[in-house]
């Protein structure tokens, strides 16, 4: 699933996509050596992948975020040892993107540094969320995420989620959503997802499944 060197995660404010981020950043662990995951979100202070920044650490995961990331400085801004690990090609790095074109474009000024053969992004939908909950309004939030990254999306991932609420019912309404998606677009689904212990949800489902640890609290 994450066989690229530079893997990427877009999609909508509270789709899963950090979540889904640094799980991934443990999953590439197990095979690689040098993985660093780099918090690119500047915008919203609530799903950051930097809150699991100790957990990843103690496992030898590189964490680069915004400098004053999740402090009471307005505008953060990005260290420049993210370009330095997108351009290290020892390195496996991880983007957690903001949701929005404004986060999308904070990617787009690392374009040049991302080979087209070394990176894959994924696109999280989940259809509870209330910009991607139908087919049209999904395409053209991703089509703004490609314009602004000036990247293609790859893969998709299907995480939609009521929390502990979720029924097997909500992951297919889900997951039909992003057949809808690859069908229209060609581009392939990678996985569904589901949080650990609540496997039986996507039961019997013909998509991988990505089981993910939770690791990123609100702080509220």
Do not use: C
Not at 8 to 25: D, L, P, Q, R, W
Not at 29 to 41: C, F, S, T, Y
Not at 43 to 68: H, K, Q, Y
């Amino acid at each position: 699933m994450f066989d690229k060197r530079i893997n990427i995660f877009t999609g909508h404010y509270g789709t899963g996509k950090s979540e889904i981020a640094v799980n991934a950043a443990v999953r590439i662990k197990q095979g690689r050596e040098n993985v660093i995951l780099a918090d690119m979100d500047i915008v919203n202070p609530f799903f950051r992948s930097l809150d699991a920044r100790n957990t990843l650490e103690s496992m030898g995961i590189t964490v680069l975020a915004p400098l004053f990331a999740n402090t009471n400085v307005d505008v953060p801004a990005l260290v420049p040892k993210i370009a330095a690990a997108i351009k290290n090609r020892d390195a496996s790095v991880i983007l957690d993107v903001g949701g929005d074109e404004d986060g999308a474009r904070v990617l787009g000024r690392y374009r040049n540094d991302i080979p087209d053969s070394e990176y894959e992004m994924f696109f999280v939908i989940n259809r509870a969320r209330p910009l991607t909950g139908g087919l049209e309004y999904t395409l053209e939030y991703m089509g703004a995420i490609e314009e602004a990254s000036r990247l293609k999306v790859t893969k998709l991932i299907s995480n939609t989620h009521y929390l502990d609420q979720t029924s097997p019912d909500d992951v297919k309404h889900g997951l039909e959503l992003s057949r809808q998606v690859s069908d229209k677009t060609g581009i392939p689904i990678a996985a569904v997802s589901v949080m650990e212990g609540m496997e039986h949800l996507a039961k019997d489902l013909d998509v991988p499944l990505f089981v993910l640890k939770k690791s990123i609290w609100l702080p509220f």
